[in-house]
C-alpha cells in the first residue's frame, strides 16, 4: 500500500510541474484533482480554483464552470487567494518563457 501511495504523490509532483506550463486539460484535471480529493491529493477549494482558472485562461469552457461551480463554496477571501496563487503561476511561467 505505501508503494501506492508513493507512486500517487511522484505522479501528481510531475502533472503539477506540466501543469504550470501544459495545456488547458493538464489544469483543469488537477482542478478536478484538488476539488474531489483524488489521486492522494486532499480536497483544496483554493487550489482547485486556483487550477481551474488556469485552465479558463488557457481556453477551457469547462475550467470556467467547475471553477464558478467551486466559487460557490469559497469564502471570497479564499477566492482572491486562488486568484493571487494563478496570477504568480502565470507571471512565472511567462519570466521562463522570455
Given amino acids: 500500500m505505501g508503494n501506492s501511495i508513493k507512486s500517487a504523490q511522484f505522479l501528481m509532483e510531475a502533472r503539477l510541474s506540466r501543469a504550470a506550463y501544459g495545456s488547458a486539460e493538464e489544469c483543469f484535471d488537477l ?7 483524488t489521486g492522494g491529493l486532499p480536497i483544496d477549494l483554493v487550489e482547485a480554483h486556483k487550477w481551474f482558472n488556469l485552465a479558463a ?4 469552457e ?8 467551486i466559487a460557490e463554496e469559497m469564502t471570497a477571501r479564499e477566492i482572491a487567494e486562488a486568484q493571487r496563487q494563478a496570477r504568480a503561476v502565470i ?3 511567462q519570466m521562463r518563457a522570455a
Avoid: F, I, W
Avoid at 482542478?31 to 480529493?37: E, F, I, K, N
Fill in 31 to 37: 482542478g478536478v484533482a484538488y476539488s474531489c480529493g
Fill in 91 to 93: 507571471a512565472s511561467t
Fill in 57 to 60: 485562461a488557457r481556453g477551457s
Fill in 62 to 69: 469547462a475550467g470556467q464552470t467547475m471553477r464558478a461551480e
